[in-house]
């Protein structure tokens, strides 16, 4: 074999290496690339939408306790019942300041932070209504408390229930966006390595 024909075989294999090296080089920084995305977009993912629907299914727990709390206090009457419940209010009211704090922090958009902006002083409205039917119940006022409750609390409750249920749904449809990029990013990703794998079989030195 001529000396030149052996020049150009090695420089073709050497060529075809260095396009090949390149080649695997790119595709592996795009891979990185779209691992952190990924990545980005999970850990978003949990800390973001998943944690503000926890969170707002915690308080709207503990809301509803509260309330059947209530409606215990008039039932019962007797005053040891109503000191007992009222600890358990004051408790589960804790609690969901605790998850609202949650829920402030991690919601994203403008429209998620609307609603729990709205949702905080509708909870806290929910404070005196119900200190003044303990207040009644304890003073023996059974259908004062009654026509609280059955009136006042009753719409501030349905009101509240409406902005709990619009807080979940909210973080619901910011998970589904989330998920949905996820999914995007995922197909990009197939797509490049496919493509990658033509380019490298293409200029393979030993095609």
């Known amino acids: 074999m001529a000396l030149t024909s052996i020049l150009t075989i090695r420089n073709k ?3 075809g290496f260095i396009i090949l090296i ?5 595709t592996g920084i ?19 939408p998943l944690e503000v629907t926890r969170a707002s299914l915690l308080a709207d727990a503990n ?47 403008d429209k ?3 609603l729990i902006a709205k949702t905080i002083p509708l909870f806290r409205a929910w404070k005196p209504i119900r200190d003044e039917i303990i207040m009644h119940m304890k003073n023996g ?18 009101d509240l229930d409406q902005r709990m249920n619009a807080l979940a749904d909210n973080a619901d449809t910011q998970g589904a966006s989330f998920f949905k990029m996820a999914q995007a990013r995922s197909e ?3 797509e490049e390595r496919r493509v990658g794998k033509e380019c490298r079989s293409r200029w393979s030195p030993y095609h």
Do not use: C, P, W
């Open 13 to 15: 294999l050497v060529a």
């Open 22 to 26: 390149t080649l695997t080089a790119v």
């Open 30 to 48: 795009f891979s990185l690339s779209h691992i952190k995305m990924l990545s980005g977009l999970t850990t978003s993912l949990y800390n973001h």
């Open 63 to 109: 809301i509803i306790r509260m309330h059947r709390s209530i409606k215990n206090i008039l039932l019962d009457k007797d005053i040891t019942t109503i000191e007992a419940e009222s600890r358990i209010i004051d408790a589960h009211e804790k609690n969901v300041y605790k998850q609202f704090d949650i829920v402030s922090e991690r919601t994203l958009g």
């Open 112 to 114: 998620g932070k609307s």
């Open 141 to 158: 006022e059974h259908e004062a408390a009654e026509t609280l409750s059955k009136g006042k609390e009753a719409v501030l409750i349905g």
């Open 188 to 190: 990009d990703r197939s």
